[in-house]
């Protein structure tokens, strides 16, 4: 639980997190190598860097494993995998984002078919297979996003006289959101409030929100459109939607788009958990950050991100995975035993289970998993709500996205748009162009 006060908001950051420790020799999870193999983690996500710490000092505890756990800065994995696969003691066990990122790792992995981890997966959809079939990823959680809302502020908007809605539910469009919202800001000093949503930052801590998963809902209704999964030259068919949507998250803010540069992910998680803002794009991940706050469990929701494409109105939440765990195939045989040990205690053991699913939040596709082990999480129960309710769950498309330099590029053109120093137009060339290019260049023989 994270406890935000407008004083220290902006003193946090998810910085880079490392972790060794002895402990006790003991059996280990899979196979009888306890002890004679160590394990070295690079994590992704910086929002459980604390936990994976603590989960790996329990192993070691546990089974006399040592366990390394290193969390990189967010936006900077790629580049710092990179730099510790060059080292000699480089990573045991890593991550790739879907099969753009194995194209790029592939070469590293290690076969998991005769693993208990790719086992326990309930479906072969959570994992990613090499030109032979063999399993070089697994998926380990599967996550939803959309436009977090505050109930309780929502509704006091809906208590005005001259509200454009009565109630949420009535939100089943961009139109509509766009109405909502610009009237919130309209009135944000008679609700209290800063603007109708959080700082939509563009450091590297926030700026994966807009240039990656915002971008995600332009590249699904095309490949929707077209009846594809990937591509080698994306259209930008729905670029207009995509800016129609920034544009109200810029404009309708708890801040100038000027000040954008500056404002980071923990600027706008605590606007949010401060009741500054109603609405704030992200996702179930981002419950431990908010919570505990000024904002009850029972008040959070979540909206899907409509942009304005046709039928939208039966659209759901983004729902997928960009967290494939891979192992380094060129690591000692004692230590790839020993991260396969480790791995397996993670999602079978009641130690293992209670972090992923109580601290980390984590919805798992593992089989080892049970109803009773699923997160109290209210953003969960709102993704699960839409499901039932018929709606179609947004893919994640952004795991074909070209390489982090197109990411990049869209940021910058994003960022200088905001600012009044550049043109929609960059951002354009930098989506179509830039994916061309991108591709070109990481599909090179």
Same mark, same amino acid.
């Given at each position: 639980?994270?406890?935000?006060?407008?004083?220290?908001?902006?003193?946090?950051?998810?910085?880079?997190?490392?972790?060794?420790?002895?402990?006790?020799?003991?059996?280990?999870?899979?196979?009888?190598?306890?002890?004679?193999?160590?394990?070295?983690?690079?994590?992704?996500?910086?929002?459980?860097?604390?936990?994976?710490?603590?989960?790996?000092?329990?192993?070691?505890?546990?089974?006399?494993?040592?366990?390394?756990?290193?969390?990189?800065?967010?936006?900077?994995?790629?580049?710092?995998?990179?730099?510790?696969?060059?080292?000699?003691?480089?990573?045991?066990?890593?991550?790739?984002?879907?099969?753009?990122?194995?194209?790029?790792?592939?070469?590293?992995?290690?076969?998991?078919?005769?693993?208990?981890?790719?086992?326990?997966?309930?479906?072969?959809?959570?994992?990613?297979?090499?030109?032979?079939?063999?399993?070089?990823?697994?998926?380990?959680?599967?996550?939803?996003?959309?436009?977090?809302?505050?109930?309780?502020?929502?509704?006091?908007?809906?208590?005005?006289?001259?509200?454009?809605?009565?109630? =949420? *539910?009535? %939100?089943? /469009?961009? #139109?509509?959101? !766009?109405?909502?919202?610009? $009237?919130?800001?309209?009135?944000?000093? +008679? &609700?209290?409030?800063?603007?109708?949503?959080?700082?939509?930052?563009?450091?590297?801590?926030?700026?994966?929100?807009?240039?990656?998963?915002?971008?995600?809902?332009?590249?699904?209704?095309?490949?929707? =459109? *077209?009846? %594809?999964? /990937?591509? #080698?030259?994306? !259209?930008?068919?729905?670029? $207009?939607?995509?800016?129609?949507?920034? +544009? &109200?998250?810029?404009?309708?803010?708890?801040?100038?788009?000027?000040?954008?540069?500056?404002?980071?992910?923990?600027?706008?998680?605590?606007?949010?958990?401060?009741?500054?803002?109603?609405?704030?794009?992200?996702?179930?991940?981002?419950?431990? #950050?908010?919570?505990?706050?000024?904002?009850? $469990?029972?008040?959070?929701?979540?909206?899907?991100?409509?942009?304005?494409?046709?039928?939208?109105?039966?659209?759901?939440?983004?729902?997928?995975?960009?967290?494939?765990?891979?192992?380094?195939?060129?690591?000692?045989?004692?230590?790839?035993?020993?991260?396969?040990?480790?791995?397996?205690?993670?999602?079978?053991?009641?130690?293992?289970?209670?972090?992923?699913?109580?601290?980390?939040?984590?919805?798992?596709?593992?089989?080892?998993?049970?109803?009773?082990?699923?997160?109290?999480?209210?953003?969960?129960?709102?993704?699960?709500?839409?499901?039932?309710?018929?709606?179609?769950?947004?893919?994640?498309?952004?795991?074909?996205?070209?390489?982090?330099?197109?990411?990049?590029?869209?940021?910058?053109?994003?960022?200088?748009?905001?600012?009044?120093?550049?043109?929609?137009?960059?951002?354009?060339?930098?989506?179509?162009?830039?994916?061309?290019?991108?591709?070109?260049?990481?599909?090179?023989?």
């Amino acid at each position: 639980m994270k406890k935000f006060n407008k004083a220290t908001a902006m003193a946090l950051s998810a910085a880079m997190v490392a972790s060794m420790a002895g402990g006790i020799v003991a059996q280990a999870a899979e196979g009888d190598a306890a002890g004679t193999g160590k394990v070295y983690y690079l994590n992704f996500k910086p929002e459980q860097a604390d936990q994976w710490v603590e989960l790996g000092k329990k192993y070691t505890e546990e089974t006399g494993v040592q366990v390394d756990i290193v969390t990189a800065a967010s936006g900077t994995y790629e580049s710092t995998l990179k730099s510790e696969m060059a080292k000699t003691d480089a990573p045991t066990l890593f991550q790739v984002n879907g099969p753009v990122g194995l194209a790029s790792w592939k070469d590293y992995c290690y076969d998991l078919k005769d693993s208990e981890l790719y086992k326990a997966l309930k479906s072969d959809d959570f994992a990613l297979k090499g030109e032979n079939d063999e399993i070089l990823g697994v998926a380990y959680v599967i996550e939803t996003y959309g436009i977090l809302y505050n109930k309780a502020l929502l509704n006091d908007y809906c208590a005005l006289d001259g509200a454009v809605i009565k109630s =949420a *539910d009535e %939100i089943t /469009s961009f #139109d509509t959101l !766009k109405a909502v919202a610009e $009237d919130i800001q309209a009135h944000k000093d +008679d &609700l209290g409030i800063e603007g109708a949503f959080t700082s939509a930052g563009m450091d590297s801590s926030s700026d994966w929100r807009f240039k990656t998963h915002l971008a995600n809902l332009p590249i699904y209704y095309e490949y929707k =459109a *077209d009846g %594809i999964e /990937s591509t #080698d030259a994306i !259209k930008g068919t729905y670029l $207009d939607n995509y800016k129609q949507i920034y +544009d &109200l998250y810029i404009n309708n803010s708890t801040c100038e788009p000027s000040l954008l540069s500056s404002k980071t992910g923990e600027d706008s998680a605590s606007e949010f958990a401060l009741g500054e803002a109603v609405f704030y794009q992200n996702g179930t991940w981002a419950y431990n #950050d908010v919570t505990g706050n000024d904002v009850a $469990d029972e008040d959070m929701g979540m909206l899907p991100i409509y942009i304005g494409a046709e039928g939208e109105e039966n659209q759901g939440l983004c729902t997928g995975s960009e967290n494939y765990w891979c192992v380094n195939k060129n690591a000692s045989e004692e230590d790839i035993q020993a991260t396969l040990d480790f791995v397996y205690w993670v999602i079978s053991s009641d130690t293992g289970k209670e972090s992923f699913s109580k601290e980390m939040q984590f919805v798992t596709p593992f089989s080892t998993f049970t109803d009773a082990d699923l997160p109290e999480n209210p953003l969960l129960k709102a993704a699960n709500e839409y499901i039932a309710a018929g709606k179609t769950p947004v893919a994640w498309c952004f795991t074909t996205m070209p390489s982090e330099e197109w990411k990049n590029g869209v940021g910058n053109a994003l960022l200088e748009y905001a600012q009044g120093t550049g043109e929609w137009d960059a951002v354009k060339t930098a989506f179509v162009d830039g994916w061309a290019s991108e591709y070109q260049a990481t599909h090179a023989e």
